[in-house]
């Protein structure tokens, strides 16, 4: 238990559905990053908010979307993907410039 | 932007045998961290270790800033330290494709 929470950790979408991946950090830390994990590829960074304001967005398309309501609260919502967007999610937390903590992921399949 | 290079890609070991795993750099940076992924992808901190060496139980890491790299020790591998292991540094976090280790009974 790392203290960062992720919901659902399996999710089997079509191509016309809308769903949402939530994350919840209970550290009390300031940035929340998301990041992609495909196969056979390194980890990919796709957004990270700082005291809830997006300070990086790393060339996502725009069926990601990515919401921060506060410094505890991330979610990622999806819409219209592909099959190729199949990965597993990873949510992590930290102080701005500090160590990362990471969640257990939501392993997604995109049908 | 930065690189990460990690070796070996890829290392099987005997129980009870021990590891140097290594994270090679290309820029100065002021934060570095290492990670292990279980099976089930679950990414868990081992080391935070910008600059200089430390220890947790059997593993232990050595981070040299001027050189730019830096070392990660297993030692009396069990099974269960089998999965990938991985270096990232920089703000925010860049990572390397990871070394994955196999430790056979």
Known sequence: ?111 | GIQVEQSPPDLILQEGANSTLRCNFSDSVNNLQWFHQNPWGQLINLFYIPSGTKQNGRLSATTVATERYSLLYISSSQTTDSGVYFCAVGTPLVFGKGTRLSVIA
Request: positive net charge.
């Open chain 1, 1 to 111: 238990e790392t203290g960062v929470t992720q919901t659902p950790r399996h999710l089997v979408m079509g191509m016309t559905n809308k769903k949402s991946l939530k994350c919840e950090q209970h550290l009390g830390h300031n940035a929340m990053y998301w990041y992609k994990q495909s196969a056979k590829k390194p980890l990919e960074l796709m957004f990270v908010y700082n005291f809830k304001e997006q300070t990086e967005n790393n060339s996502v398309p725009s069926r990601f979307s990515p919401e921060c309501p506060n410094s505890s609260h991330l979610f990622l919502h999806l819409h219209t993907l592909q099959p190729e967007d199949s990965a597993l999610y990873l949510c992590a937390s930290s102080r701005v410039g500090g160590a990362q903590y990471f969640g257990p992921g939501t392993r997604l399949l995109v049908l």
